[in-house]
């Protein structure tokens, strides 16, 4: 008697065993007949491109984020190296764990779309760190300087670039710019946390604010295109 009750459930759960397994079959066979844009949408921000122009515009949008954000991170580095046991410590280290949020997020998003970061990126992490290191020797006022000014150039940045989507398709491009406003919102929050510090009383602020913003804006043409 014990024996073919033993018997009868173990046939029963093998039964369903089997069915279960015939389930997880059939739904990964469908997810595997899926054209390949219903798959990736479910993960990425990027809508698949349409044509060769629109895969062109978003790898050179794509690729000089990305290489903001990079460059961003090395700056901060460099004045953490510094600074870092300063009082201003705390507020750069803030700083510079949203910056690896956004590197992050857009890492995620070149290697979902396959899109090559830039080519420069060996230059711009050399040269982030010194920019980031060279104004923190001038203590807080010169760390802060060069914070409004990178922050500044990377917001008007990605201004340029919600104005460029809106005009082309809100709706396509509703998941991207949502990541970019809120990148955006991050660098100005950066940019007037640097004049809250004190950025403008640094001598010679001005100049040095410019020269800062001539290199961004070198970066973003570099970036764009190789």
């Known amino acids: 008697m014990q024996r073919a009750v033993f018997t009868?459930?173990?046939?029963?759960?093998?039964?369903?065993?089997?069915?279960?397994?015939?389930?997880?079959?059939?739904?990964?066979?469908?997810?595997?007949?899926?054209p390949v844009q219903f798959i990736s949408r479910a993960y990425s921000v990027i809508p698949t491109p349409r044509d060769l122009t629109e895969k062109e515009m978003l790898d050179s949008m794509l690729r000089v984020d990305h290489?903001?954000?990079?460059?961003?991170?090395?700056i901060?580095?460099?004045?953490?190296?510094?600074?870092?046991?300063?009082?201003?410590?705390?507020?750069?280290?803030?700083?510079?764990?949203?910056?690896?949020?956004?590197?992050?997020?857009?890492?995620?998003?070149?290697?979902?779309?396959?899109?090559?970061?830039?080519?420069?990126l060996?230059?711009?992490n050399v040269a982030g760190f010194l920019l980031g290191a060279g104004t923190a020797l001038l203590g807080k006022k010169g760390a802060m300087?060069?914070?409004?000014?990178?922050?500044?150039?990377?917001?008007?940045?990605?201004n340029s670039q919600i104005r460029s989507l809106m005009e082309e398709d809100p709706d396509r491009y509703v998941e991207l710019l949502h990541v970019i406003k809120e990148f955006r919102d991050d660098e100005l929050e950066h940019h007037d946390t640097g004049?809250?510090?004190?950025?403008?009383?640094?001598?010679?602020?001005?100049?040095?604010?410019?020269?800062?913003?001539?290199?961004?804006?070198?970066a973003i043409y570099i970036s764009q295109r190789v």
């Open 76 to 120: 901060y580095a460099g004045q953490m190296a510094v600074l870092g046991r300063s009082q201003t410590g705390p507020v750069i280290q803030e700083m510079w764990d949203q910056e690896k949020r956004h590197l992050a997020k857009f890492n995620d998003i070149l290697s979902e779309n396959r899109v090559r970061p830039t080519l420069f």
């Open 122 to 124: 060996p230059i711009w």
């Open 67 to 74: 290489a903001g954000e990079y460059g961003a991170n090395r």
């Open 8 to 34: 009868h459930v173990r046939s029963h759960d093998w039964t369903q065993f089997k069915l279960i397994n015939l389930r997880i079959w059939q739904c990964s066979s469908v997810y595997r007949a899926l």
């Open 195 to 218: 004049l809250e510090h004190d950025a403008e009383s640094l001598p010679g602020y001005k100049i040095l604010k410019s020269a800062i913003q001539l290199g961004c804006s070198a």
């Open 145 to 158: 300087a060069c914070t409004v000014a990178v922050e500044e150039s990377i917001s008007e940045h990605y």
